[in-house]
């Protein structure tokens, strides 16, 4: 089983930037791929980005292109999610997840998910 820890939530102004880190541990040849993914209260976990361990294929949503950047540090076992022009509406918990194989963008693609960690943009 994989173990996913992830940092670097916090407050910022609108138009700022954070950048999140996701650690990774145990079983990480299990990962196909390590996604963000985020959930408002109320609502289902959304797809943010993700990127293929292997050779680093990125994907994103629509929402963010543009303004995350997602990437990998193979020798840390970690990804990263670079957070700029932040918005009101990006604010949310964050998680990153593993596997990803047989669809990416869909939280029952992952096996493994961190605990999440807040990220809030103030207007």
């Known amino acids: 089983q994989v173990q996913l820890v992830e940092s670097g939530g916090g407050l910022v102004q609108a138009g700022g930037s954070l950048r999140l880190s996701c650690a990774a541990s145990?079983?990480?040849?299990?990962?196909?791929?390590m996604g963000w993914f985020r959930q408002t209260p109320g609502k289902e976990r959304e797809f943010a980005a993700a990127?293929?361990?292997?050779?680093?294929?990125?994907d994103y949503a629509d929402s963010v292109k543009g303004r995350f950047t997602i990437s990998r540090d193979n020798a840390k076992n970690t990804v990263f999610l670079q957070m700029n022009s932040l918005k009101p509406e990006d604010t949310a918990v964050y998680y990153c997840?593993?596997?990803?194989?047989?669809?990416?963008?869909?939280?029952?693609?992952?096996?493994?998910w961190g605990q999440g960690t807040q990220v809030t943009v103030s207007s």
């Open positions: 997840g593993a596997g990803g194989a047989g669809g990416w963008r869909s939280v029952y693609a992952y096996n493994g």
């Open positions: 145990g079983r990480t040849f299990s990962r196909y791929a």
């Open positions: 990127i293929r361990w292997s050779d680093g294929i990125t």
